[in-house]
């Protein structure tokens, strides 16, 4: 441990840096108080009891607006977040502002508004009540539950994170010929392979516009802009295509997919057109494959790979896809 502290020199980031180290799933609970009005706040302090009888904590803030709400409410309910609810829990994490504007609710158990969409969703009782410091820990009994396969979100060093399961210790890879060869888990084995399993999905649709992977490249490029010139297309492709890139742009002009202009290159209808057919294509493939990687890990995999973009190429394509930026 690099940092300790005693309570008497206790540094409250460092005390909150060191919680926050403790990795946990993120809710929102909801009540209805007294006058009717629906509340609710994010909260990541949930966690399970004991399951005979079934009981779940969670602590409440003395200062949090619905306090004393909550501390006067029979009924509340929990809703474990999904990943893709992370908007939801800024939402209620802000004072204040009318949390369920625009939800879609139902009504629970003791008239609790309930939320939809999360991962699963405890209706509760609440059985004891315990003064925790600046806190007030609420136990509840659970008198009905739903759940979903939904992936959950994740709350790790005070940002949201994704959960992925593991492969179990031991587990052979899934290509067991590999299994003791560098290539078993070396990057750039796996970056390729997946690249070229992956196109090899979406190349049957370019074949039958007659184009090769390169000209795909450059003719979904043009589409960024309503023009490009040939120095922003070099740019933009510097360390992928480079040379290649010139005769990939004359097979797209000389198929009447783009013209060049003084200016420089842009689409023509049918390169337009000819490019929304395999964009589309491309996204479907794409759709199929995430969905049987799953959607955490599917989340996963692009951002882990968009910062790995961040490492290898530094420069990037932001001329590309930058609005403002002008080049060449
Ligand atoms: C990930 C996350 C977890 C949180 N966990 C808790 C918690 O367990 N208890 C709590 O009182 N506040 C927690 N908060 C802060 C409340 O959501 C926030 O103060 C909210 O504005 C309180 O709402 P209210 O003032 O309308 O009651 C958390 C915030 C975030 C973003």
Redesign the pocket.
């Known amino acids: 441990m690099s940092n300790r502290s005693t309570p008497e020199s206790f540094d409250p980031m460092e005390f909150r840096k060191a919680l926050g180290s403790f990795a946990?799933g993120?809710?929102i609970?909801t009540t209805r108080a007294a006058d009717g009005t629906p509340?609710?706040?994010?909260?990541?302090?949930?966690n399970s009891v004991s399951l005979d009888p079934p009981l779940v904590l969670?602590?409440?803030?003395n200062?949090?607006?619905?306090?004393d709400?909550?501390r006067s409410a029979e009924h509340w309910a929990v809703h474990v977040l999904g990943s893709d609810q992370e908007d939801l829990?800024?939402r209620?994490?802000?004072?204040?502002e009318d949390?369920f504007s625009g939800l879609d609710t139902e009504e629970g158990l003791g008239g609790v508004p309930l939320l939809r969409g999360c991962a699963a969703r405890f209706e509760c009782r609440t059985a004891s009540q315990y003064q925790g410091g600046d806190?007030l820990i609420f136990i509840g009994e659970v008198l009905r539950f739903a759940r979903d396969e939904a992936a959950p979100l994740v709350?790790h060093g005070?940002k949201?994170a994704h959960a992925t399961r593991r492969d179990p210790p031991g587990q052979k890879p899934r290509s067991a010929h590999l299994a003791g060869s560098f290539g078993e888990d070396f990057l750039g084995y796996l970056l390729g392979r997946s690249h070229f399993r992956f196109f090899a999905q979406i190349r049957p649709f370019l074949e039958k516009e007659g184009l090769d992977d390169m000209e795909f490249y450059v003719l979904s490029t043009l589409t960024l802009r309503p023009l490009l010139t040939e120095g922003q297309i070099a740019e933009g492709m510097a360390g992928v295509l480079d040379e290649r890139r010139l005769r990939a742009v004359d097979g797209l002009v000389e198929r009447g997919f783009a013209r060049r202009t003084p200016e420089g290159f842009e689409l023509t209808d049918s390169g337009r057109e000819a490019a929304i057919r395999l964009i589309s294509a491309a996204k479907a493939v794409e759709s199929q494959v995430l969905e049987r990687l799953g959607t955490a890990d599917a989340a996963i995999l692009k951002t882990t790979l968009n910062r790995l973009l961040g490492v290898v190429d530094e420069r990037g394509a932001d001329v590309l896809w930058a609005k403002d930026t002008q080049v060449g």
């Open positions: 946990t993120v809710t609970i509340l609710g706040l994010t909260a990541n302090s949930f969670w602590s409440l803030a200062n949090a607006g619905s306090f709400a909550f829990s800024g209620f994490a802000r004072r204040g949390k806190h709350f005070g949201y």
